[in-house]
């Protein structure tokens, strides 16, 4: 538990730093999001190395990560639209999270997050921090808790719409873990292609 402990508090170091307004401006936000995600999946594959053999590619886990990627878009298509109606703030706390990527090449922020930053969370985030809770304190407990502290380590960048954002995630990522662990692939998947989805190919404005 230590050393998921230590690993959870780089975690909140980094995820602050890249968000904190303080910290924030004074980096290239895709650089050290792609150094965190680099970060993160080599204390997971320390912390257990075997987690590669989670991962079955086949066309099933394949067609049901698209799936949830397009689904999960069009969660968050709908709580955009809701979250307008209610907030005030809401549409200016997403602009400013879309922000992020100005100045910076489209193409290379998408390969990014397919093939680093989207994968290296699954395998942080589920397939180390949720499976090693779980298996202390059980499947459910394992699952809140990692989904409480995936939410909470984006509480430094003070935008609700963003903390929202990682509970919304965190919870649907999080639970589809829960009951199909053998589908790992497929939530792997999942989180790549809705990165690419939210943040190039299709923006919810």
Known sequence: ??????????????????????????????????????ILVSIATIARPSWPRDLKWNLSNIALGVVIAVVLWGV???????????????????DSIYAMKDGSSASLIAVALLFLIGPAEEIFWRGYVQ???AQRWGANIGFVVATAIYT????GSLNFMLIMAAM????????????????????????SLWDVAVFVLFPIM
């Open 131 to 133: 499976r090693t809770l």
């Open 168 to 191: 919304v995630c965190g919870i649907a990522w999080g639970l589809l873990y829960r009951l199909m662990p053998g589908r790992f692939a497929a939530i792997m998947l999942s989180h």
């Open 152 to 155: 909470l380590v984006h509480i």
């Open 1 to 38: 538990m230590k050393r998921l402990i230590f690993a959870i508090l780089i975690a909140f170091v980094l995820w602050t730093a890249m968000f904190a307004p303080f910290s924030a401006a004074h980096l290239n936000f895709w650089v050290a999001m792609s150094v965190s995600a680099a």
């Open 76 to 94: 968050f298509w709908v709580g955009d639209k809701v979250s307008q109606l209610i907030f005030d703030f809401a549409r200016p706390q997403v």
